[in-house]
């Protein structure tokens, strides 16, 4: 039976997806740099800045590609996976990043277009910011009562890991979408203070929003001990949030899953134990 290879399995959305993967029946390679199994699936070593592709690729025939977090170099390290995958006929299904069709000249969107004229199959997923940030990124200024970040009034649709998930295995797994691109949303945008408001809600205690300007963030990630270049990077990122940018609310996880995506009130009340600790 052919196999799927999920990069980043150990990951937020690639665990859920290696979960959801295995639930349909599928073969499953789940690539790590350490290469151990992941909730039961096959684990295979593989380091995304010196990939062994014949030993990951032995026996795939499709392929989830994302870019693991803490990474800048997008293009050179993606195309190189994108042109393996391609010469051996793999059907790619590639988290994108929302809003990258905007430009072309966008490394996220270079790949993109590198996809679109490999000749293999593909489906191109674009989700929109995670409500796992909250947990993932935000969680030591919950546990202060206040999220610090330079979003300005800005609004996001934030959408669930495990709806990322949901809406790969479909892609996965069926040829039905093929050669097309998914903006991946929640149900709704939200700004960063009505997100603070649901958290004090769920987590019986007071959080705010305090808007921040990129340097304030910078130095405030930095302090944490995240690199510099890596914190311009996550302060850049906010621009199109302020803009509005990231507000839009579309239908694509529903028509790829069959089902609505979670709210961030959801998300919040699912992981409010974690949250709270």
């Known amino acids: 039976m052919s196999s799927i290879l999920v990069i ?6 690639g665990r859920p997806l290696v979960r959801d993967l295995l639930a349909k029946g599928e073969s499953v390679k789940a690539a790590s740099r350490s290469g151990a199994p992941v909730e039961g699936a096959e684990g295979v070593a593989f380091d995304i800045a010196a990939p062994d592709f014949d030993a990951a690729f032995e026996g795939v025939d ?40 905007a430009d072309d000249s966008i490394p996220y969107r270079q790949v993109e277009i590198a996809i679109e004229k490999s000749g293999t199959p593909y489906v191109i997923l674009r989700p929109n910011w995670f409500s796992d940030n909250f947990l993932n990124y935000w969680k030591a200024g919950i546990d202060h009562g206040v999220i610090s970040v330079p979003a300005g009034e800005g609004k996001s649709s934030f959408i669930d890991a495990r709806d990322i998930a949901a809406s790969a295995a479909a892609a996965l797994t069926s040829s039905a979408f093929d050669g097309r691109a998914f903006n991946l949303t929640g149900p709704e945008a939200l700004g960063y203070g009505e997100a603070a408001a649901i958290l004090s809600d769920v987590l019986g205690k007071p959080v ?3 808007a921040i300007d990129d340097a304030a963030f910078i130095e405030m990630m930095t302090g944490a001990g995240v690199p510099g270049d890596y914190a311009g990077f996550l302060a850049a990122i906010f621009a199109p949030v302020r803009e509005g940018w990231t507000a839009t609310v579309t239908g694509d996880v529903q028509e790829l899953t ?7 009130r959801s998300y919040i009340a699912d992981n409010a134990e974690r949250l709270a600790a």
């Not at 980043?8 to 959305?13: H, I, L, M, P």
Request: proline share 5%; hydrophobic share 50%; charged share 20%.
């Open 62 to 101: 499709r392929l989830y590609l994302l870019l693991p977090g803490g990474h800048l170099a997008i293009t050179e390290l993606l195309l190189p996976i994108v042109a393996a995958a391609a010469e051996r006929g793999v059907k790619i299904v590639f988290q994108s990043v929302f809003g990258v069709d």
């Open 258 to 264: 069959g089902e609505a995506p979670r709210s961030v």
């Open 208 to 210: 705010r929003y305090e």
């Open 8 to 13: 980043g399995a150990t990951g937020t959305v």
